[in-house]
């Protein structure tokens, strides 16, 4: 499932850099926060890798 905003796409990373030990859990806030408890590795990974070309900032921008 790709990403549908750049700001998704963003928390993933984050989110999947907790997950591998590469930023501290209690860093986290929102979205990544939200994102690192409930998603795998895999999910995170697959969020993550979306190209953000041509896509809005946050998805409230999309119309």
């Given at each position: 499932m790709p990403a549908k905003?750049?700001?998704q796409?963003?928390?993933a990373g984050?989110?999947?850099?907790a997950k591998r030990g590469e930023k501290k859990v209690r860093?986290?806030?929102g979205?990544?926060?939200?994102?690192?408890?409930?998603m795998s590795e895999k999910e995170l990974l697959?969020?993550?890798e979306t190209d953000t070309?041509?896509?809005p900032d946050h998805k409230s921008d999309e119309k």
């Open positions: 905003s750049k700001a796409q963003q928390a984050i989110a999947l850099a860093e986290l806030k979205a990544s926060k939200s994102m690192y408890e409930s697959e969020l993550a070309r041509d896509m």
